[in-house]
């Protein structure tokens, strides 16, 4: 089977109830209920083959980058083997140590050598948490000038399930190209996660990074 045709798990067993311990900005944590539905398929309509299907968590530069491990662990408790990459101005508010201990894969950021091993497994769907203003642009410019951004193209051109969390500041988010890039990604059939009332930058509260309704979405194909 082509990896494009793996998308969900049977982790659990029919009818189970799975509550994800997700996270809130305050207090530590809130329950989310979602049942598992075995073989509901991703858009795309296929269903899964692999008892542990592997999800990258591809964290861009931004602070919510900082509270991945949190999120990683809400997807292992959705059957999801999980791996992190960073894009090089993500990584600087990750604790690598922590995250590759918590996955049991290495941290990827940068390109292999040339002749080097690949050292993580194919994925079977990605999850872009914070994706920056930048990445956001670049993915639809096809721009493959990180490791992350690489590994997103090859997705988008797979059509493997891709939930995107762009995270732009407000006056970031009123550039003409945003709006268009989120249009596109959600034309390429990419989820794409994004409230324009709740970003950093706004007056008043601060803003919340979604994710709750990450675990949610990713939930409803776990
Ligand atoms: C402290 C700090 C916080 C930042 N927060 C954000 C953010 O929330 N959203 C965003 O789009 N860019 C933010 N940036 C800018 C990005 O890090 C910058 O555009 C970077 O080139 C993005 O690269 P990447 O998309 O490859 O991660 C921040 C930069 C710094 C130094």
Not at 13 to 41: D, E, M, N, V, W
Not at 76 to 100: E, M, R
Not at 190 to 218: H, K, Q
Request: aromatic content about 8%; glycine content about 10%.
């Amino acid at each position: 089977m082509s990896r494009s045709s793996v998308a969900v798990r049977t982790v659990g067993g029919p009818g189970l109830y799975f509550f994800a311990s997700a996270l809130t900005r305050t207090t530590s944590l809130i329950t989310i209920c979602h049942r598992k539905t075995p073989g509901q398929p991703w858009k795309n309509g296929l269903v899964p083959a692999s008892p542990q299907s592997v999800l990258y968590v591809i964290a861009c530069g931004g602070p919510p980058a900082g509270r991945v491990g949190e999120f990683v662990r809400v997807a292992q408790g959705l059957g999801w083997d999980v791996a992190v990459v960073a894009t090089p101005d993500g990584a600087k508010f990750l604790d690598i140590g922590q995250l590759q201990e918590l996955t049991g894969h290495p941290v990827r950021v940068n390109y292999k050598q040339p002749g080097e091993a690949d050292v993580l497994p194919p994925a079977d769907a990605m999850v872009v948490a914070p994706a920056t203003f930048s990445t956001v642009n670049k993915l639809v410019a096809g721009i493959s000038d990180t490791l992350a951004m690489g590994l997103l193209n090859e997705a988008i051109g797979l059509g493997l399930p891709i939930i995107v969390v762009p995270w732009p500041n407000v006056p970031l988010s009123r550039h003409p190209a945003f709006g268009r890039s989120v249009t596109a990604l959600r034309e390429w059939g990419v989820t794409v996660l994004y409230d324009p009332e709740n970003l950093p930058g706004r007056d008043g509260d601060p803003a919340t990074f979604p994710w709750e309704e990450l675990a949610v979405e990713l939930g409803k194909h776990s």
